[in-house]
């Protein structure tokens, strides 16, 4: 690799890949989500939802239900912030 390869590279690792997305809703959320509900909220297919879940590494639980906190990370994705719900 000569030094210009070297200078692309290193600047490819600091940059981010995807840029946040602006946040346009606030909801409140229970402790335990299900996938399909939250495909509901950000407006995707079930499909869509689980291919974040694996690109964001979050665990599922057995009964397709999502805790609070995996929730949060993929509607952040979509700019959806979320509290969780008394």
């Not at 981010?16 to 495909?39: D, F, N």
């Not at 239900?65 to 509607?75: P, Q, R, T, Y």
Request: net charge neutral; glycine share 4%.
């Amino acid at each position: 690799m000569d030094l210009a390869g070297a200078v692309k590279y290193e600047t490819a690792l600091f940059l981010p890949h995807e840029a946040a997305p602006l946040i346009t809703q606030l909801l409140c959320l229970p402790k335990k989500v299900s996938a399909k509900y939250l495909a509901e909220l950000s407006g995707t297919s079930l499909y869509t939802v689980f291919s974040v879940v694996l690109e964001l590494r979050v665990r599922i639980n057995d009964d397709l239900s999502i805790d609070f906190e995996e929730a949060a990370k993929i509607l952040l994705k979509y700019g959806i912030a979320t509290k969780r719900a008394i």
